[in-house]
């Protein structure tokens, strides 16, 4: 099953992929024992944010290898900057296609697979009646 979640960052990628920017945002901590994750910070229009990805999604080769202060890339909404990631824009327009793709692909199967469901019912019923 789709979680909220899941739909939630879907509309916070596409608001990136929709009107992102892109500014220059500093490591400040690694966490490599929890699926690589990063933290980060950047600043926008005087204001600072901070975000957490993980080491792959910010273009960094290995989370062991990371050190604090090391330069990322972050793209962020620009109606709404804490809205951000490491992963460059068109990463972001990416994720967003495939998630659609994904979306079309589970929901023909699951048409499908109810399509069948009942097909076999209505036979069972027919065999049942005659």
Known sequence: MISVSTFKRDYETQQIARAGRSVTGYVTEKSCHNHGRVSYRYVVDGNAYTGTDSASVCGLQDCTHVQEGAEVTV???????ALASCASISQ???????????????GAALAFSLWRQWRK???SLADGAA
């Open 121 to 123: 019912w209505r036979m």
């Open 75 to 81: 793209s962020y909404a620009a109606t709404q900057p």
């Open 92 to 106: 972001q327009r990416s994720s967003v296609r495939n998630s659609y793709y994904t979306m079309l692909w589970f």
